[in-house]
């Protein structure tokens, strides 16, 4: 677990890099689904999305880091998002997907219900999270965006990482 | 004279003249031949001292006296001969003749003719004897008359006759006799009478009888007559039955063999639903294959818009192209899922229709059941209505018996009343006739008329007023 602090922490820094290619990402989330909840994550942290696949257990990862998969040989952890938000885990479908983000150097995946589309969310449409809602996981929102009639959480994947308990 | 003496006087008188006749002559003679034999023997005496002269002339003399004395003898033969063949004619005539008489007489009686007088005019026996022969059959014929006269008094009917007349001796017996008998006829004509009147009283109450039985009989006719059409009806109605009975079943037969093809489609076409449901399956497959493949393709095109993203301007093209790729997919799910929305009608749709078909083919198996029941129902309606008809024949052929046995029975009862009506008749006449006999009147003592026939004339009271139809004693 210490590693993967490190590790974690590490990559938080990387984050600032890919600024000059923003202004193309800039207001693309990709949106998917967790217990009906629609989140959203901007582009420029995603590498890929890829269909759940076969996780290999590692014994002593946290119990939201679900395990490793092997991704064209690359070995990236995956963390089960659910898990990290505290919410009952449901078994695995064939919808369920796993976003690749890139954090500093390192490559997590996150297991979610289902990934919807790429949207372009404008400045304008964001919110600053309330305050009233549930602490903890407003720690993890970066904003909340309203869409038509969609109300979509934009997370902030480096808090994911952090609160690393 | 001879006649009015006694036979046995004339017989004797009769014997003793021809007695004294001959005894005369007899004496004569034997005197005049004594004499001659005397004076024969004188002569004899004296012919020794007599010449032949004076023999001869006593010879002559004695032949002479002799001669004379034979010929008084013969003479005096002959005269008895002669008086005794006279006296023998006269008394036999004198009886004979009368006895021929008397015996003409009594054959004529003996014959019937009672008049027959032998009219002998004499007082002896015979003349006694034809008097009372006379007086015999007098009465006879009297009495024969007298009872001749009521007999045809009696065979003109008249039954009240009586004879004054007295009759004597052995003759009362026959009028005891007759007087039996007029009673007698008497009451076997009043018991005639009665009973005529009985008969003909109780022929016509047979005669009504026999009438009423000959209505009964009628109106058994007619009624059995109605129970023979009603039956005939019946009878109808229960061919009719047994037709509808018949063509039930038929139906039922059909209906049985159009729900067995009824069955048989709807297994067809269950058939066919579990062949949609498979091929809907298969389809399916595929359908979900186009999906994984539409998702697949999502992600693809996300993971392409990341990319795009990420190589920033150069990407723009790409992002285009990626998001046209995005587009296809989600398409290809819309299509997919549509698709499979479909398939699911589809699906429940076979489900509703198998369901339905099961239902039906339920329904169709208690239809089924029922009709069989119904069949059975039919059969036994059948059986029934056969059994009636049977029942039914037979109580025709009963009925025809009764019909039959009414009529006999009134043919019967008609002829009993044309019978009965003759018999009436008959006694009508019978009494008439009765009737036409004059009857005396009396006490009907008993009914048992047996002992008064027999019973002796005296106990017969006096009674003689003449009313037909009543007893009468009576004394003839």
């Given amino acids: ?165 | 004279m001879l006649r009015n003496m006694k036979i046995r006087k004339r017989l004797i008188i009769s014997f003793l003249i021809l007695a004294i006749l001959s005894a005369v002559g007899s004496i004569v003679g034997i005197g005049i031949l004594s004499s001659t034999y005397s004076n024969f023997s004188s002569a004899l005496t004296n012919a020794s001292s007599s010449s032949p002269e004076e023999i001869a002339k006593i010879n002559s003399a004695m032949c002479n006296e002799i001669n004379l004395g034979i010929a008084v003898i013969i003479i005096t033969v002959i005269i008895t001969f002669i008086v005794s063949i006279i006296i023998g004619i006269a008394i036999s005539r004198g009886i004979s003749i009368p006895i021929s008489k008397m015996l003409e007489a009594s054959r004529k009686s003996a014959k019937g003719d009672f008049t027959a007088n032998p009219d002998i005019e004499s007082n002896d026996e015979i003349g006694e004897l034809s008097l009372s022969f006379t007086k015999t059959m007098g009465t006879i014929k009297k009495y024969i008359d007298d009872i001749a006269s009521n007999l045809d008094q009696i065979a003109d009917g008249d039954f009240t006759v009586k004879s004054t007349l007295e009759y004597e001796g052995d003759f009362s017996e026959i009028k005891k006799s007759v007087q039996k008998v007029i009673a007698s006829i008497n009451n076997a004509l009043a018991l005639i009478a009665q009973t005529s009147n009985q008969v003909a009283s109780s022929s016509d109450q047979v005669s009504s009888s026999a009438q009423a039985m000959a209505q009964g009989a009628t109106e058994q006719a007619s009624s059995t007559e109605e129970l023979t059409a009603t039956i005939t009806d019946i009878s109808t109605r229960v061919k009719e039955n047994a037709t509808h009975a018949a063509n039930a079943s038929r139906n039922v037969i059909e209906v049985s063999t159009e729900i067995e093809t009824s069955n048989a489609h709807m297994n067809e076409m269950v058939e066919a639903m579990s062949q949609i449901n498979e091929s809907s399956s298969e389809i399916g497959k595929i359908i979900k294959t186009i999906e994984d493949i539409a998702f697949q393709t999502n992600i693809l095109a996300l993971n392409a818009a990341v990319e795009a993203a990420r190589a920033g301007s150069a990407g723009k093209g790409f992002a285009v192209v990626a998001d046209e790729v995005r587009n296809l997919a989600s398409k290809s799910a819309e299509a997919a899922k549509n698709t499979t929305n479909l398939i699911e009608n589809s699906l429940t749709q076979v489900e509703n229709g198998t369901r339905i078909a099961n239902e039906t083919a339920q329904s169709l198996e208690k239809v089924v059941a029922a009709a069989g029941n119904v069949s059975d129902t039919v059969k036994k309606i059948s059986e029934t209505t056969n059994n009636q008809s049977d029942a039914i024949g037979q109580v025709a052929m009963g009925v025809e018996q009764i019909s039959s046995v009414v009529q006999t029975n009134s043919a019967t009862s008609e002829e009993c009343a044309a019978a009965s009506k003759e018999l009436s008749e008959q006694a009508q006449i019978l009494y008439d006739l009765i009737n036409k006999f004059k009857i005396k009147q009396g006490n009907i003592k008993s009914a048992n008329i047996q002992n008064k026939m027999q019973s002796s004339v005296p106990s017969y009271t006096e009674d003689t007023s003449d009313a037909p139809a009543k007893f009468s004693d009576n004394k003839y």
């Fill in chain 1, 1 to 165: 677990m210490n590693n993967d602090n490190n590790d974690l922490r590490d990559l938080n820094i990387n984050k600032n890099d890919s600024s000059d290619m923003k202004t193309e990402m800039d207001g693309k989330y990709l949106t998917f689904c967790i217990d009906n909840q629609i989140f959203g994550i901007a582009i420029s942290d995603i590498v890929q999305i890829v269909s759940i696949q076969k996780i290999t257990p590692m014994p002593r990862f946290p119990s939201y880091v679900k395990g490793v998969i092997n991704l064209r040989g690359e070995i990236i952890p995956v963390i089960d998002v659910r898990l990290r938000f505290n919410k009952p885990e449901v078994p695995y479908n064939k919808v369920t997907c796993i976003i690749i983000i890139n954090i500093g150097e390192n490559q997590y995946g996150l297991i979610v219900d289902a990934v919807d589309e790429v949207v372009k969310i404008q400045d304008e449409e964001i919110t600053a999270p309330p305050t009233i809602a549930d602490n903890y996981e407003n720690d993890y929102l970066s904003g909340i965006a309203k869409l038509k009639e969609k109300v979509v959480l934009l997370l902030d994947i480096t808090a994911i990482l952090h609160n690393n308990n």
